[in-house]
Nanobody, 126 residues
């Protein structure tokens, strides 16, 4: 069973930075897609950034140029570096993974993922 545990959330002022980490039990090699999602109160869960098995990445338009997704296979950790944070980035952030076939057409769809972490809160104040 794959388990995902997020860390690194917190409260920052607008313009600040945070780095989220997601430790994944088991090998990355079995994950076709891994991604970060976020969900603000009263809103649907949305994909923020994703990475395919062989390294291709994708970003939601609103975070391009500010967020960077990366993975460390040696430590089985997925990261999300978030710079120039804005109040509208405030949300619960979740990491997700799937072993199923995955392409960029699907990696921002929550139903694509079989494994989810419990989330870490990010709050950005103006």
């Amino acid at each position: 069973q794959v388990q995902l545990v997020e860390s690194g959330g917190g409260s920052v002022q607008a313009g600040g930075s945070l780095r989220l980490a997601c430790t994944i039990s088991g090998s990355f090699a079995s994950s076709a897609c891994m991604a970060w999602f976020r969900q603000a109160p009263g809103k649907e869960r949305e994909g923020v950034a994703a990475v395919l098995k062989y390294g291709g990445t994708g970003y939601q338009d609103s975070v391009k140029g500010r967020f960077t997704i990366s993975k460390d296979s040696a430590t089985n950790t997925l990261y999300l570096q978030m710079n120039s944070l804005k109040p509208e980035d405030t949300a619960m952030y979740y990491c997700a993974a799937t072993r199923a076939y995955c392409t960029d057409a699907y990696y921002f769809r929550p139903v694509t993922y079989h494994y989810w972490g419990q989330g870490t809160q990010v709050t950005v104040s103006s």
